[in-house]
């Protein structure tokens, strides 16, 4: 399928055009009440997906038609974004009257090498990215006395690419939470079979810097428990060599979420959200392995609810010498303390983590920082903080950052 780039200039803000293929409409660009609108159709889904953007007379429109993404620009700034799945129907040579000054060509993606930091703001309470798109899960590190934050970029509150997310990885960290640099995206959708980069967990081993998470796929099948790698921490790349599936004894069109960290037993861990088949009841499933490269499934799960809930975006660290186990159930954060690494965890009287949206926390100057988002119209929103310290109980007395 051809990638096809669509220019043209906003003339009049009433307008309408339309391919039309097999009685259908394949491509249609509208424009009303100053709001330019774009539907494209693949034979994937009925539903066309849509992009939209304020416009006036004078601008300068451009529509990317890419195999595994579609982009909206409106005087050279992306506006809009959707990720499609299946095959598009409208092609290089179909008629669209566009009116004059209106080219329809290949389009050859020109991606550079971007450099490490590609720019910076003040402040990430509150924050969102400025090009229309929100901030989801969160998922800290701290690596050299920087603290990290990968996040899910997120655009349509989770309704991109027909409901199943197309979430990708961002990238920001700081050394003072004042100033915050911004760098490259971290995970892209590279791929129209991938429906949304799910959260995961960063680990360090040697020189290479790992990233896991899961790949949600459509139509029911099994998510993939997928990484990219990196040398410098900036950059990073799919390894496309490494891909496992849940078994049979989990529910693996859901499994998200990996958790890897290395244990005091040398062994590298990953706690995976999921549900067990059988029990119908939601867990995190438990899997080691000496190297990252093999990974075998434990006996029994770290953690089973209660009923059918899945306990999302787990996070586990060592704090003070208590073990913590973090999850989402049902929409609540929540926490769990033990005196053992992987057994007894138990919630102190005070179980709730008090910062909204998923949060994961990471040790910094001696305090856990805790980051999550506050969601603006569903799905999604501005990144938040809280701080925290221990009881010798295990309990978490939070205040603000």
């Known amino acids: 399928m051809q990638d096809i780039q669509i220019s043209f200039e906003i003339k009049e803000l009433t307008f309408n055009a339309a391919a039309i293929k097999n009685a259908e409409k394949s491509l249609e660009i509208s424009i009303t009440d100053g709001v330019l609108c774009v539907s494209v159709r693949y034979d994937y889904n009925e539903r066309s997906l849509e992009l ?29 974004e959707e990720w499609p799945c299946g095959e598009r129907l409208f092609e290089l040579g179909d008629e669209l009257d566009l009116g004059e000054n209106a080219y329809i ?14 720019s910076s703001f003040e402040c990430a309470e509150g924050w969102r990215p400025g090009d229309g798109s929100f901030v989801g899960d969160c998922m800290p590190y701290v690596r050299d ?11 349509h509150h989770h309704k991109s690419k027909w409901g199943m997310g197309a979430h990708q990885w961002a990238h920001i ?17 590279t791929d129209k079979e991938e429906g949304s980069i799910c959260t995961g967990s960063w680990i360090r081993k040697g020189d290479t810097e790992y990233l896991y998470y899961t790949v949600r ?38 499994a998200r979420d990996p958790k890897v960290f290395l244990g005091e037993d040398g062994l590298f861990h990953m706690l995976l959200t999921t549900s067990l088949v059988e029990e119908d009841r939601g867990c995190l499933a438990h899997y080691v392995s000496a190297d990252m490269e093999k990974w075998d499934e434990c006996e029994e799960p770290m953690f089973v609810s209660p009923n059918k809930g899945q306990p999302e975006c787990p996070d586990y660290f060592k704090y003070n010498g208590k073990y913590y186990l973090v999850f989402t159930l049902p929409g609540k954060a929540q ?22 949206g998923v949060p994961k926390g990471a040790e910094w100057n001696g305090k856990l920082v805790f980051v999550g988002f506050k969601a603006v119209d569903g799905y999604a929103g501005t990144m938040t903080f809280k701080s925290a310290t221990s009881l010798d109980s295990g309990e978490l007395i939070f205040e603000e950052l």
């Open 145 to 155: 006395g920087e603290y990290h934050i990968f996040y899910l970029k997120d655009r």
């Open 173 to 189: 960290s700081t050394v003072n939470f004042k100033t915050w640099s911004v760098h490259p995206m971290a995970v892209e959708i």
């Open 335 to 356: 926490y769990m303390v033990s005196d053992k690494p992987f057994e007894g965890f138990a919630p102190p009287s005070t179980s709730g983590v008090e910062c909204a």
């Open 217 to 254: 796929r459509a139509n029911g099948l099994p998510a993939l428990i997928k990484r990219s790698v990196s040398s410098d921490g900036y950059h990073f790349e799919k390894d496309k060599d490494f891909c496992f599936t849940v078994s049979e004894k989990y529910h693996a069109p859901s």
């Open 105 to 118: 060509s290949p389009y050859f993606d020109k991606k550079e090498a971007l450099p490490a930091v590609i």
């Open 52 to 80: 939209r953007g304020e416009v006036k007379t004078g601008d300068k429109a451009r529509l990317v038609l890419l195999e595994h993404r579609i982009e909206l620009y409106i005087n050279d700034t992306i506006v809009d």
